[in-house]
């Protein structure tokens, strides 16, 4: 997000100066204030004649009007350089940023219901996931996009129990972990292990007073005690330096913070999987996978315009080149073509020949003579009715 960063330098460099500006104003202007209080105390207490007041009034008010003056100029150069930095701003969006970028979206792309349908739900979930059930609902409400309950009700739970996780309150993930014991362990899941982990020494954290409730509450670890016998080796041994407090013993790294960060996501993981729903949100991942690839298919645009070779992209199911997401957005296995260098799709999906190979099904049509296909990776002629559809 280097276009980011440099739009936001600019903007920070405007904010620098309307506060030295708002300083130097409020200084100048006290001082001003000042001085005319003094002026004022001046000719009140000078005690001078009529006739000498009249040429000592007027100079005084002289330099007080040339004060004056000076310092409403001064103050309006300064305004008119914060002009300058915020055309400066301005230039840098017009610079890092286009401003249309309907032109790499077909036209007709959201006037399906079904596709508005789709969105609709997806941003409803998302606020869901985000806990702004009102939001939520206010949305449905206005898009007339009907939402079962069973869809609902998960994503209540799971935000009332990660809100109590960031309230450091353990016992409702501790509940929930408990009731789905046996689903977390199909899954390898060490969520419930680390829950009580985490309560135990929340026990610790407690002092001496807590040591008699620590023992008791380590029979808990007696199921994990197969796959963590070295973690609960480690808890019962810090119980010899709770007398001189964990924080002063070997084992103060228990005592960090960012365990609590750590369960509320390992809950997050663990408990999207048993719903079946992915870690993040669908409409968050699409929306940063379009700002990457937006740059990008920004530039082939202009590249496709300028050489007026406006057919070779048509806005259909696929881009017309490869745009690197990285790793964390790999869902999915995808196969391209070796023969026509093309990936495969629902309409022209894999297909895996009797030799082994695997071609596309277009390939497959345009390699067939005379009702027989020979591999073009090897030398054996087969029915082209014997390839199979791959679906990874």
């Not at 362990?185 to 982990?197: A, Q, V, W």
Request: charged share 25%; glycine share 6%.
């Amino acid at each position: 997000m280097e276009q980011c960063a440099c739009v936001e330098r600019e903007l920070e460099k405007v904010l620098h100066r309307f506060v030295m500006y708002g300083h130097l104003s409020e200084e100048s202007l006290d001082e001003l204030l000042r001085y005319v209080s003094e002026l004022r105390g001046q000719l009140v207490s000078s005690g001078l004649k009529d006739s000498d007041l009249d040429g000592q009034f007027s100079q005084a008010m002289g330099r007080c009007c040339k004060n004056i003056k000076d310092t409403v100029q001064r103050l309006a150069s300064s305004h008119k350089d914060i002009h300058g930095s915020v055309s400066k701003v301005g230039k840098a969006i017009d610079r890092n940023f286009d401003a249309e970028v309907s032109a790499v979206v077909a036209e007709n792309m959201w006037e399906s219901r079904e596709r508005q349908k789709c969105l609709s739900e997806s941003i409803v979930e998302h606020l869901y996931r985000q806990g702004m059930l009102s939001v939520a609902e206010d949305l449905c409400q206005e898009s007339g996009v009907v939402i079962d309950r069973s869809m609902k009700q998960p994503f209540l739970e799971l935000n009332r129990i990660l809100e109590a996780l960031r309230m450091q309150d353990l016992r409702p993930a501790l509940e929930w972990a408990i009731a789905n014991r046996q689903r977390l362990l199909d899954l390898n899941s060490t969520l419930e292990f680390k829950l009580h982990r985490l309560y135990f020494i929340s026990l610790l954290n407690g002092g001496i007073g807590n040591q008699v409730e620590a023992l008791r509450y380590a029979r808990h670890f007696q199921p994990f005690a197969a796959h963590h016998q070295r973690d609960i080796q480690i808890l019962m041994g810090s119980l010899v330096y709770l007398r001189h407090g964990i924080e002063n013993s070997p084992y103060r790294n228990l005592l960090e913070t960012n365990q609590w960060t750590e369960i509320c996501n390992i809950f997050t993981r663990d408990a999207c999987a048993l719903l079946g729903l992915s870690v993040e949100s669908p409409l968050s991942v699409s929306f940063a996978s379009g700002c990457m690839a937006l740059p990008v298919l920004m530039n082939i645009k202009q590249v496709i315009e300028q050489r007026q070779c406006t057919g070779v992209w048509t806005h259909k199911d696929e881009l017309p080149i490869e745009v690197d997401l990285g790793k964390k957005c790999w869902y999915h296995s995808v196969f391209a073509c070796p023969i026509l260098r093309q990936q495969t799709s629902e309409t022209n999906p894999p297909m895996k020949l009797l030799c082994g190979h695997v071609i596309s099904r277009d390939a497959l049509n345009k390699l067939m003579s005379a009702g027989k296909l020979k591999c073009p990776y090897c030398p054996m002629e087969q029915n082209p009715s014997d390839a199979k559809r791959i679906i990874f």
